[in-house]
């Protein structure tokens, strides 16, 4: 290095002393002119000093002082942070940071300012100030210099450097932080927005078991704890401090969760209102499920692989009906023979086991017509809610529904029974099916068709099993008398109050108290002839005081 006692020329821009250069590259860098007593040379190239590569990559001023050469070296524009002026990052400077700053390589901006890479430390000066140790874009680490807050135009480098600083003291070791507030309010709530978006999903769903209407700290609130935590020298009470904002944190990461929940299901319920009747809410009260990702709503059934729906369609004929239909023997349900289905305000008043024949499309009579009901579609308001016992989503009446009264239809994808068995095996694996059989005027012929509502259906694919159920399903047929593809309907068998779940028996619809349907009287071993494809049992959790403990 130079003689400390050596006069410095002052330059504006940092310099490398090469004191004890190789005299045949002196020879080459130092040649005197003697057109000039300040000699201007153009010297570019990597000249080897000691082992070591030093790269001199732009036009330079050199002078000559007492046999020390001074030579400014601009910034090497292969790295970075490479130490600029030698291969390998190594210092060969002396500049004194107090020194006014040149302008780079390249230049700085129009107003001589110098871009921060980094913010590397932080100290208070004499008169207790804050100080930062900065590290400029286009300088090596050797120029790194220390510099007061109204110096720095850089707000995310600050304050990543302060969440660093402060992570650090939190969970290291203690050490005074800086004097600025804002950069210091800045760095406290970007950290606890980090930690409330990290927040493990197990740690903010045991939050749950105190509802979505706790009350938490406001972020204000957790600032203030988060700066005492940073202040105290206690470790032990640093980690009660952080512990306790966790806690908090996490409880609004829940809430953000809840937010975006309730946003999701609000365009679910949207869309599915858009499609169907409308009417239909949807309400989740009970975790943080949001809608089921792998479900289409559809409005009519669809067929499956190796069906169409010409092939589903039977010869219908209509009947001539014009002033009231139920009348005459030309009526449909006397045309099939079963009795006339509905009351005057369109309640079911015959057993469902007996099948229902609505007047279609041939028929004489009007939109109007009393026996026109399932084809008009749903009327009443459902909900598609979140069970609290496990039992996944579930439906429940969204007002008061009476008695034989039309809820929905049971739609999915018609299937054969070959293909139903087929599916009934993955199923298993699963443990969930949504099979049902269309066996409804005589299962002894054979099974024809199946009804898979897992992948696409309605409102009707939430409906849960029950042993007791308040909800009954019976076979309709409207566009085809074919007794193998009928629509299947659901009525209420007994009063719904608004609130209550709507369930139906999976295994055909059974009076548990040996004392008949709601409709018409049967013995324990009768049942109606239609049922969902049976499973192995699974246990029951309908809650009813009639329950068997388990369903197929």
């Not at 139906?504 to 008949?516: A, E, I, T």
């Not at 109606?528 to 699974?538: E, W």
Request: one cysteine or more.
């Amino acid at each position: 290095m130079a003689d400390p006692n050596i006069e410095q020329v002052c330059m504006s821009y940092p310099t490398v002393v090469l004191s004890r250069l190789p005299q045949d590259v002196c020879d080459v860098l130092f040649a005197e002119e003697e057109s000039s007593e300040e000699s201007i040379k153009e010297v570019s190239g990597v000249y080897n000093y000691e082992g070591k590569d030093i790269r001199i990559n732009n036009s330079f001023k050199r002078q000559k002082w007492s046999n020390v050469y001074w030579m400014p070296v601009l910034p090497n524009t292969q790295s970075d942070d490479s130490g600029f002026g030698t291969e390998d990052g190594s210092d060969y400077s002396n500049f004194d940071d107090t020194h006014k700053r040149a302008q780079r390589w390249k230049g700085a901006d129009e107003q001589g300012e110098y871009e921060v890479q980094k913010i590397v430390d932080h100290r208070f000066d004499k008169d207790g100030k804050d100080q930062f140790f900065v590290k400029w874009v286009g300088w090596g680490s050797q120029f790194n210099t220390w510099e007061p807050l109204s110096y720095l135009n850089c707000h995310e480098n600050l304050n990543n450097f302060m969440r660093k600083m402060i992570l650090d003291i939190l969970l290291v070791k203690w050490r005074p932080v800086p004097s600025c507030k804002t950069l210091l309010l800045n760095a406290y709530r970007s950290i606890i927005d980090q930690w409330i978006k990290n927040t493990p999903k197990g740690m903010y769903l045991k939050k749950l078991s105190g509802g979505f209407k706790q009350k938490g700290l406001a972020l204000s609130s957790l600032t203030k704890m988060l700066d005492a935590a940073v202040n105290d020298k206690c470790s032990k009470r640093r980690e009660q401090i952080i512990e306790s904002i966790r806690d908090h944190c996490a409880l609004l990461r829940m809430k953000q969760v809840r937010k975006e929940q309730l946003e999701l299901l609000k365009k679910w319920e949207d869309s599915l209102n858009s499609v169907g009747p409308g009417g239909l809410s949807v309400e989740n009260n009970v975790d943080l499920d949001g809608p089921p990702s792998d479900f289409m709503f559809i409005t009519q059934n669809k067929t499956g692989p190796g069906l169409n729906s010409c092939m589903l369609l039977g010869q219908v004929a209509g009947c001539e009906c014009i002033e009231e239909c139920g009348t005459k023997e030309t009526c449909c349900p006397n045309m099939a023979g079963v009795d006339w289905a509905y009351s005057a305000k369109s309640r079911l008043i015959v057993s469902p086991r007996s099948g229902i024949f609505e007047c279609n499309r041939f028929c004489s009579c009007g939109p109007e017509c009393p026996n026109r009901v399932v084809q008009c579609g749903r009327k009443v308001k459902l909900c598609i809610f979140r069970t609290s016992n496990g039992r996944g989503w579930g439906l429940k009446a969204g007002e008061r529904i009476e008695r034989g009264q039309f809820l929905t239809t049971y739609l999915g994808e018609i299937i054969t029974s070959e293909e139903a068995a087929k599916r009934d095996e993955n199923y298993e694996k699963t443990g969930l099916s949504y099979l049902f059989d269309l066996d409804m005027m005589d299962p002894d012929e054979g099974q024809m068709f199946t009804i898979d509502a897992m992948k696409c259906g309605n409102e009707s694919h939430f409906i849960n099993h029950s042993c007791n159920p308040n909800a009954h399903v019976a076979g309709v047929w409207i566009e085809t008398n074919d007794p193998a593809v009928p629509l299947l309907a659901l009525f209420a068998r007994r009063l719904i109050r608004k609130g209550e779940e709507i369930t139906f028996n999976y295994q055909g619809d059974q009076d548990q108290r040996g004392k008949g349907s709601s409709v018409t009287d049967k013995t324990d071993n009768e049942s109606d002839n239609f049922q969902p494809v049976k499973k192995k049992a699974k246990k029951c959790k309908c809650g009813s005081r009639f329950c068997k403990g388990f369903y197929f």
